[in-house]
């Protein structure tokens, strides 16, 4: 029974340190798209929120890891933010760049939602009380911004077909 504790708790360090890269992946998409948001004051301001959200998930994870006598991995963040800038950057020349970002975010909060939910499975597994609080937190606030997403996307296609429709540069 000790290796299954021992592996348990290897996975549940393992996820905390990739949910940290996550973190920062999202915190640099967020950023690329806030910037390009001109046109979608009500979406811009949802994602600012988000986005100090995400800084303050990314700060409770390192607390959890130091917790644990472990840190976050600057390599694997390096890594995660590229690929949220390249994300980022590959949707900018598309003509429809703000449906393509929504549907990417909504997916993207899925996938935070589900790993909150695997982390607080790990935190119980290995009796990690202080994660519960923390994790719960994060997870609410994933859940917040993806409910928020999907009440908006009608409206965002919609407004992007509009502008287009009368001509409008859409930049978002």
Not at 66 to 85: A, E, I, R
Not at 131 to 146: G, I, N, P, R, V
Request: net charge negative; proline share 2%.
């Amino acid at each position: 029974m000790n290796a299954i504790n021992d592996r348990v708790r290897e996975v549940y360090v393992l996820g905390l340190r990739n949910q940290h890269a996550v973190e920062h992946q999202a915190i640099e998409l967020l950023e690329r798209q806030i910037g390009r948001l001109e046109n979608c004051p009500e979406m811009e301001a949802r994602m600012r929120q988000h986005l100090e959200e995400s800084r303050e998930q990314a700060h409770r994870i390192e607390e959890l890891l130091t917790g644990l006598g472990s840190s976050h991995s600057s390599v694997k963040d390096t890594v995660m933010s590229l690929v949220g800038n390249m994300l980022a950057i590959g949707h900018a020349p598309a003509g429809d760049e703000v449906i393509k970002n929504t549907i990417a975010n909504f997916a993207f909060e899925h996938y935070e939602i589900a790993a909150y939910k695997s982390l607080l499975t790990l935190a119980d597994t290995v009796g990690h009380a202080p994660a519960k609080a923390a994790l719960s937190t994060s997870l609410k606030e994933e859940e917040s911004m993806a409910t928020w997403i999907d009440s908006h996307i009608a409206a965002t296609t919609m407004r992007f077909v509009e502008r287009s429709a009368a001509g409008e540069k859409a930049k978002a």
